[in-house]
């Protein structure tokens, strides 16, 4: 039984900066990409950024590119998100998510492995 556990989430002004971490269960990173997905109420699943296991490649939605991060450390069962120069439209509840294939990362329906998530909130 694969887990994810999300925390670091918070409220923070405009143009302010959070960090969000995902720990996984051992077996977790087996998983081939790990990605981060947000979602606000009334609102589908976005994609914001995923990292592939095997070479560290990563990918970002064009809406946070260059202001995020994400990252994998090998010797820790841990993902980071590091967010910075955050906007009001950043506001949602942000997952990490496990798929078995580097293939469709922005796809969220192919992901297996979900947390339970973490409020982001960015006030004006």
């Known amino acids: 039984q694969v887990q994810l556990v999300e925390s670091g989430g918070g409220l923070v002004q405009a143009g302010g900066s959070l960090r969000l971490s995902c720990a996984a269960s051992q077996g977790t990173f087996s998983r081939n990409v790990m990605g981060w997905f947000r979602q606000a109420p009334g609102k589908e699943r976005e994609f914001v950024a995923a990292i592939s296991r095997s070479d560290d490649s990563t990918y970002y939605a064009d809406s946070v590119k260059g202001r995020f991060t994400i990252s994998r450390a090998n010797a820790k069962n841990t993902v980071d998100l590091q967010m910075n120069s955050l906007k009001p439209e950043d506001t949602a509840v942000y997952y990490c998510?496990?798929?078995?294939?580097?293939?469709?990362?922005?796809?969220?329906?192919?992901?297996?492995?979900w947390g339970q998530g973490t409020q982001v909130t960015v006030s004006s």
């Open positions: 998510a496990a798929k078995l294939t580097v293939v469709r990362v922005r796809d969220p329906l192919l992901y297996q492995y």
